[in-house]
């Protein structure tokens, strides 16, 4: 049976025991994006506004965080005393301490654990994000569980995903070019958490206050350009060699198709929560 390499727990170490793959994922995916509001910003914005501008944030906790591309909004634009960013990932988290640990006036601390069991008190957390990271868990519900464990009873939790159907035309492109030819049919990425059942999880632990779905753009300017981020996404069966490489990649998409540039999208969803009834 094949596993989809997102809930493959023996792939997470080349999908993230490096920094490289996620930094040349994300500087493909943002090169070519047209459309979409800056995710951090958004995450920022959705608990202000729920929590009103001068409540403090309490305790912030970033998991699954990465590079600490939120963490380090969240630190600028809250300012909490206190922010952890949690990942499974070492590698990840020395460069989010880099890029986030270094906001004056904030304790930042980004710690190695798994999101299945968080290194926190229950009730200690006044704001709580885990973005783009639930679809990497066989069973979100237990990863949602524990995010209201630690949530306080007036604390929130902003949750974000992507649509099930995500840069589809990349998927096109990888059969028309006998790359992969069975691309269209692979399993998406985001099967576990996505666009269409986050809120239904989230529900399941916690009361969902809003949820907000945004279309993102992405125009790749030509093969190469598309060939950066296909190297990155595990989803296809490349011949040896392809994957991870870039160069290989796209001089195999030149030999079979004319140059092109290759426009696809992908729903950012947001869904913001907090306990029944704002107290356990
Ligand atoms: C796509 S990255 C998202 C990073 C960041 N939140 C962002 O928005 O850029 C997914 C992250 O989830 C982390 N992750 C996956 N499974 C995890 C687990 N069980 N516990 C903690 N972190 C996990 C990975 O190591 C990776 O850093």
Redesign the pocket.
Do not use: E, M, P, Q
């Given at each position: 049976m094949i596993i989809n390499p997102f809930l493959d727990r023996g792939r997470?170490r080349d999908?993230?025991g490096r920094a490289g793959r996620?930094t040349r994922r994300?500087g493909a995916l943002m090169r070519a994006k047209t459309s979409g509001r800056p995710?951090p910003k958004v995450i920022v914005r959705l608990l202000t506004d729920h929590r009103g501008e001068d409540a403090p944030p309490g305790l912030v906790v970033?998991?699954?965080?990465?590079?600490g591309?939120?963490s380090r909004a969240l630190a600028e634009q809250l300012r909490p005393t206190r922010l952890i960013g949690?990942?499974?990932?070492q590698a990840?988290l020395a460069d989010a301490r880099e890029r986030a640990g270094r906001q004056r006036g904030v304790r930042a601390e980004f710690v190695q654990?798994?999101?299945?069991q968080l290194p926190l008190a229950g009730g200690s957390a006044g704001s709580v994000v885990a973005?783009?990271?639930l679809y990497?868990?066989p069973q979100p519900e237990r990863?949602l569980a524990e995010i209201a464990r630690v949530l306080a009873g007036d604390g929130l939790a902003v949750l974000?995903t992507k649509s099930l159907d995500s840069y589809r035309e990349m998927d096109a492109l990888v059969a028309r070019a006998g790359l992969d030819p069975r691309a269209e049919q692979r399993e998406s990425l985001y099967t576990a958490a996505h666009s269409g059942n986050l809120a239904g999880l989230t529900d399941t632990c916690l009361e969902v206050i809003t949820t907000e779905h945004e279309e993102h753009r992405f125009t790749f300017d030509g093969l190469d350009h598309a060939a950066e981020y296909l190297a990155t996404n595990p989803k296809y069966h490349l011949a040896p060699g392809l994957y991870g490489n870039p160069g290989a990649l796209a001089k195999a998409l030149h030999e079979a198709l004319p140059e092109q540039s290759i426009t696809t999208s992908s729903v950012i969803t947001y869904v913001v929560a907090r306990h029944r009834g704002g107290r356990p």
């Open positions: 997470h999908l993230y996620l994300t995710v970033d998991i699954g965080c990465g590079r591309t939120s949690i990942d499974l990932a990840l654990a798994d999101f299945h973005a783009f990271c990497h868990s990863a974000v």
